[in-house]
C-alpha cells in the first residue's frame, strides 16, 4: 500500500484514501482508537513525498472533508488522506445534521478534452503551464493522436519520455515542492479561538479531541486558566499555523499518540523549536477525556504560574 | 542508459487496415531489451494482432507491472495511454482502469516474476473477478532485470549459470484454470503463427482472457538446460489446437479436415476455428484441460494452444451491474442524490 501511495504521488493520480486510525498491530487493540498513523501518511511511500491531510473532528465534518477530498485529489492530481479514528469511525456521536450545497459541482481539475487537445500545439503529462505546479492530463481513450503518454512513477521528463537524468528527476522533484505549496492554499485552513483574557498560552489540537477540548477549556476557564487555541484542520500547514505557534510562549499540542506525531510534523515543516511545545499525550486506546485534557494543562499552567510568583 | 526516437518515416507502399493505419502506427519506441529477446516478438505479435482488428491505437490502454515484461507496453501501441505500476500490482490498476472506462481496451503486461511472485494475490482476484483484460504473463522463468534470478515459474531442475533449481514451479495456466478465467492459452514467443490468432482471440473474448507465453531470455536462461528456452520449447511444445480467428465481418471458409475443426462463435461474432491436433481435447472442458496440463508437464511436456475458452463469459462489470456509461464520465447529475435525500439520512438518525 506504501508503493502504491508513493507510485500515486510520483505519478501524479487523483486518490482519496480514509485512514480510521487505531491501535494495533495484532487483534485486540485495533478495536480502540488513536491518532497515530499522522506520520506515516503525511511520508507514506519510499522517496521523498510529502501527501495532503485532512483532520475532520467528527461526523459531520468528516462528511464534508469526504466530498472536499474528491475535490481536492482531482485538484491536485495527488492522494489525499482524510485522517478519521476509530473513535469517529466506529462509536456513536451527537453531531450537527449532516449538510449538501445542491450548487456544488464536482472540480474534476485540469483535465484536456478532445477540443482542447486539438487546439493545443504541445501537451506535456509533465508541464507546468500555468505556474501553479499542477501538470493537465488526459484520459485514456480522448483523442486519436494527441496526448497519450506512457508513464511511471519517475525516470521522464515533463512529456512523460523515459530520462535517468538527474537534472530531469531533480525539475521534477522540485515541481512537486511547488505543488504542495499550491496545496496550502486550498487545503481546509486552522480554526482559531482566541481566550477570555490577554495569555501568552496556546493549545493545538484536532481531530476527535475536539469535544474533550471545548469541554476542557471551559473547565479550564472556571479555574481562571486562559489559553488561545488552534484546532488544525490540515497538512500541509497553512501560514496561519506557525503565525499561531510564533505569537505563544508556549503552545500545548494535545495528541492521542504516544510519539507527538503532529509535534514532530510542525517542528521539520514549520522550521519551530520543539521547546515551545508542550505535549498532552493520550494514547490508552480510549478517546481522550476533558478530566484528561484539563488535568495535564491546568497542573503545567497552575506550577509555571507559582514559578514565576516565587520568582 | 540511451533513449531514441524512432524515425515516422515508412515505406508508401506500406498495406493500410481498414481505419487507414498501417502497421507501424501501432508501434511504440524503440525496444531496451536485449537483441534476441522473446518479449520483443510478443510485442510484435501484439501490434500485428491489434493492426489486424482494425483497433483504434487510443482506445486500448496498456498497464504492466515491474520488470522486463512490463517495460514492453512502451514499445507497443505509442497513441495508447500507458502506466508502468508497482511491481506485481498490475491487476488492481488494470481492474480500477477498467471499473472508471469500460470502453476501451485493457492490456496487461506482466511476467512470471511479476505475477507469479509479488503479484500471485492480484493475478488470482482479477482472474477470479472476471475483468476484461488480455491478461499476459511474458514467461522466462528468471527475473532478468536483476541478472536472472530464478523466479516461481521455473522448472524444478532448470539450471542457470550458477545454480539449479530446487523449488517447484508455479504453473499460471493451471493456476488460471483453477481461479475461473474464461479464456486460457498459453503459446511461445517464437511461434508467431500460433500466437497472433491466440491474441485475436483474447482481445476480443468479453471477460478475463489470460495467455501465458514461454519468452526465452536471452541472457540469462536460454541454456541447454533450461525448460524456458528457444531450444527446449520448440523441441518439446505439444500444441492441443491451431487456431484461426475470424472477423464478424469476414468470409468464413472451412479449409481443415473435417472431423478436425472445432468452431467456436464469441459474443461479438467473431469465429475461432480450432484445427484440432489432439482430437479428444475438449477446449470447453476446464476438468479435462487441468487434466491434460498436468499429464503433459509430468512428460516433459509444454502444453500450448487454446487450452480452455467460455464462449458467454461474464465479466467484473456484468457481476457488478454497473451502467453502460463509462463511470468516469458520470457526473453529479447522475451520482450526487442532493440535500433532499440527505435530509431523510439525518432523520433516520434521530
Known amino acids: 500500500m506504501q508503493e502504491f ?26 478495536t480502540r482508537t488513536q491518532q497515530s498513523d499522522i506520520l506515516l501518511c503525511a511520508y507514506a511511500s519510499h522517496g521523498d513525498t510529502k501527501h495532503v491531510l485532512l483532520f475532520p473532528k467528527g461526523p459531520h465534518e468528516a462528511f464534508q472533508f469526504s466530498a472536499q477530498s474528491f475535490d481536492l485529489a482531482e485538484r491536485l492530481q495527488t ?25 456544488h459541482t464536482y472540480d474534476r481539475g485540469k483535465i484536456m478534452t478532445a477540443e482542447a487537445l486539438e487546439a493545443s500545439t504541445t501537451f506535456g503529462r509533465y508541464l507546468d503551464v500555468d505556474g501553479d505546479a499542477i501538470p493537465f492530463r488526459t484520459l485514456p481513450g480522448t483523442h486519436p493522436s494527441k496526448g497519450a503518454y506512457f508513464t511511471r512513477g519517475t525516470s521522464r521528463d515533463r512529456y512523460a519520455k523515459y530520462s535517468e537524468e538527474g537534472a530531469v528527476y531533480v525539475d521534477n522533484m522540485q515541481r512537486l515542492l511547488r505543488k504542495f505549496e499550491t496545496a496550502k492554499t486550498l487545503v481546509p485552513g486552522p480554526v482559531r479561538r482566541a481566550a477570555q483574557k490577554p495569555t501568552s498560552w496556546g493549545a493545538i489540537y484536532y481531530g476527535s479531541s475536539t469535544p474533550a477540548m471545548d469541554e476542557a477549556l471551559a473547565a479550564l476557564e472556571a479555574q481562571d486558566l486562559h489559553l488561545d487555541t488552534l484546532r488544525v484542520r490540515a497538512f500541509p500547514f497553512s501560514e496561519e499555523v506557525s503565525a499561531f505557534i510564533h505569537e505563544h510562549e508556549q503552545v500545548f499540542l494535545v495528541e492521542q499518540n504516544r510519539d507527538a506525531q503532529l509535534k514532530t510534523l510542525l517542528v521539520n515543516e514549520c522550521g519551530i523549536d520543539p521547546a515551545r511545545f508542550i505535549s498532552v499525550l493520550h494514547y490508552d486506546g480510549t478517546p481522550i477525556t476533558a478530566r484528561f485534557i484539563t488535568g495535564a494543562i491546568a497542573e503545567r499552567m497552575t506550577l509555571a504560574t507559582r514559578k514565576q510568583a516565587a520568582e | ?53 482494425d483497433i483504434e491505437p487510443h482506445r486500448v490502454a496498456k498497464l504492466s507491472g515491474i520488470g522486463c515484461s512490463s517495460k514492453t507496453p512502451d514499445y507497443l501501441l505509442g497513441n495508447s495511454h500507458g502506466f508502468n505500476s508497482v511491481h506485481g500490482r498490475m491487476p488492481s490498476v488494470l481492474t480500477g482502469a477498467n471499473l472508471a472506462n469500460r470502453d476501451l481496451i485493457y492490456f496487461g503486461i506482466s511476467g512470471d516474476g511479476d505475477s507469479a511472485s509479488i503479484g500471485l ?134 479449409d481443415y479436415e473435417p472431423g478436425t475443426v472445432e468452431t467456436v462463435v464469441q459474443h461479438d461474432g467473431s469465429v475461432l476455428k480450432l484445427a484440432k491436433l489432439h482430437t479428444d481435447y475438449n477446449p470447453h472442458d476446464r476438468g479435462q484441460a487441468m487434466g491434460w496440463l498436468q499429464q503433459r508437464h509430468e512428460a516433459g511436456e509444454v502444453v500450448t494452444g487454446l487450452l480452455y475458452i467460455d464462449a458467454e463469459p ?24 442532493g440535500s433532499v435525500a440527505l435530509a431523510e439520512v439525518n432523520e433516520s438518525y434521530r
Open chain 2, 1 to 53: 542508459m540511451t533513449y531514441i526516437t524512432k524515425p515516422k518515416l515508412h515505406h508508401p507502399s506500406l498495406v493500410a487496415n481498414k481505419l487507414g493505419f498501417t502497421r507501424r502506427d501501432y508501434e511504440g519506441s524503440v525496444s531496451t531489451l536485449c537483441a534476441g529477446c522473446g518479449h520483443d516478438s510478443i510485442s510484435a505479435a501484439l501490434i500485428q494482432a491489434c493492426f489486424e482488428l
Open chain 2, 121 to 254: 494475490g492480484q493475478f488470482a482476484h482479477c482472474i477470479r473477478r472476471g475483468v476484461d483484460m488480455v491478461y499476459i504473463c511474458e514467461n522466462n522463468g528468471v527475473y532478468g532485470l536483476t541478472k536472472g534470478q530464478f523466479s516461481a515459474t521455473a522448472d524444478k531442475g532448470s539450471k542457470s549459470k550458477t545454480a539449479v533449481n530446487s523449488d517447484s514451479p508455479i504453473d499460471l495456466v493451471g493456476l488460471a484454470l483453477i481461479l475461473g478465467a474464461s479464456f486460457v492459452a498459453r503459446s511461445f514467443s517464437g511461434d508467431k503463427k500460433q500466437l497472433v490468432p491466440l491474441l485475436k482471440a483474447a482481445i476480443t473474448h468479453k471477460g478475463a482472457a489470460f495467455i501465458d507465453v514461454v519468452s526465452p531470455c536471452v541472457q540469462f536462461n536460454n541454456n541447454p538446460q533450461s525448460t524456458k528456452s528457444y531450444d527446449f520449447v520448440r523441441e518439446h511444445n505439444d500444441a492441443v489446437n491451431r487456431l484461426d480467428f475470424i472477423t464478424p465481418r469476414a468470409q468464413i471458409h472451412v
Open chain 1, 79 to 103: 492522494p489525499v488522506f482524510v485522517m478519521l479514528d476509530l473513535d469517529i469511525g466506529m462509536n456513536d456521536w451527537l453531531c450537527e445534521p449532516l449538510t449538501w450545497d445542491d450548487q
Open chain 1, 5 to 30: 501511495f508513493g507510485l500515486a504521488y510520483f505519478a501524479e493520480i487523483p486518490a482519496v484514501i480514509f485512514d480510521i486510525q487505531r491501535g494495533g498491530p495484532s487483534t485486540g487493540m485495533p
Open chain 2, 314 to 337: 461474464e465479466d467484473l462489470h456484468a457481476h457488478l451491474n454497473t451502467v453502460d456509461a463509462p463511470l468516469n464520465r458520470l457526473d453529479e447529475k447522475d451520482l450526487c442524490p
